[in-house]
């Protein structure tokens, strides 16, 4: 059994040689452990750093390209260099790496593919209450989305299975926390949450600059994944709005015309009309939507085989 515990860096030279010498070297049911960095477009020494501590893989990209594509491409590399079990974590030392073995352990006794870890956030004293406050909300309505139970979805402390691994795709450019759970829950992956331990704050979050900013980004990355998977159910959501106010204004319209008073509301017919067609309209895009959904899962469980054979391959080359 092998684990490779990897961590996003994007200029993280003052705090990844703290983060990195709290891993662990050696856990209860793992043979081997490996370390892996993932170098987005750093313009510091965290490349220097993690090079002088030992870490094993290193993964760079010349340009930043944001947390979403570093975790992608740190998937990839752990999966072509064996990884049975990935742990994600972050390079300024948030999570308590102490709590990895707890992490790991419902994938050991295979009980689940991907684990969650549960940060304290009422407990954590550098949260803001606005920020507190936000974390439940935007956890519930992925939740609701994702048909899962995970109370802390923004978390980036987390575990997957190579086989949960392969079939992870990050489509959105912000974060892959909230698109990865909706996936995994529409795609009826085992997934749990273990609660967790924080460190003490070392650097402020680089990930949003604005409380707004976050918010806006991540709705628009709940909605992106439940209309991915589930399209013809938010299309006919919104082909409701337009439709159920059509249908009322027609229902008016027929009541003033039976009454003998329809000449003087023609254009409520004609709103009604538009309305109904719009609704209407919107309805068949979800319908084409859904057929497109059923093509990418189908070009998805190719996807998954395709990566298997490769990954597999390599392994196996290497051994």
Avoid at 48 to 65: D, L, M, P, Q, Y
Avoid at 141 to 162: C, E, N
Wanted: a neutral charge.
């Amino acid at each position: 059994m092998k684990l490779l515990i990897q961590i996003p860096c994007y200029n993280e030279a003052e705090t990844l040689e703290i983060a990195l010498n709290a891993l662990p070297k050696q856990i209860d049911g793992v043979d081997e452990i490996e370390y892996l960095i993932i170098d987005d477009g750093c313009t510091d020494n965290t490349v220097e750093v993690a090079r002088n501590w030992g870490v094993h893989h290193i993964v760079s990209f010349t340009r930043n390209k944001g947390l979403a594509k570093g975790f992608i491409a740190g998937l990839d590399a752990c999966l072509r260099n064996g990884a049975d079990i990935i742990v994600n974590t972050d390079a300024d030392n948030q999570y308590c790496a102490d709590d990895i073995p707890k992490l790991i352990q419902p994938i050991l006794e295979h009980k689940a593919d991907i684990v969650i870890g549960e940060r304290p956030i009422d407990e954590t004293e550098h949260f803001s209450l606005l920020k507190k406050k936000l974390q439940h909300l935007g956890s519930w309505v992925v939740r609701k989305a994702s048909h899962t139970d995970i109370p802390d979805a923004p978390s980036g402390f987390r575990a997957f299975s190579r086989e949960a691994a392969m079939r992870l795709n990050v489509i959105n450019d912000y974060t892959y926390t909230l698109e990865t759970i909706v996936q995994a829950g529409r795609n009826r992956m085992a997934i749990v949450s273990v609660p967790i331990r924080t460190n003490p704050e070392l650097r402020k979050s680089r990930l949003f600059h604005s409380m707004f900013g976050y918010i806006k980004k991540s709705v628009l990355t709940i909605l992106r994944a439940l209309m991915m998977y589930k399209p013809l159910y938010c299309f006919t959501l919104v082909a409701a709005v337009p439709s159920v106010i059509g249908l009322l204004i027609g229902i008016r319209f027929m009541i003033y015309y039976f009454a003998g008073k329809g000449n003087g509301h023609t254009q409520s017919l004609m709103l009604a009309c538009t309305l109904l067609i719009i609704g209407f309209v919107t309805f068949v895009i979800g319908m084409l939507a859904d057929v497109i959904s059923a093509n990418r899962k189908i070009l998805e469980d190719t996807q998954y085989h395709v990566k298997k054979m490769e990954y597999d391959k390599n392994c196996s080359g290497r051994k």
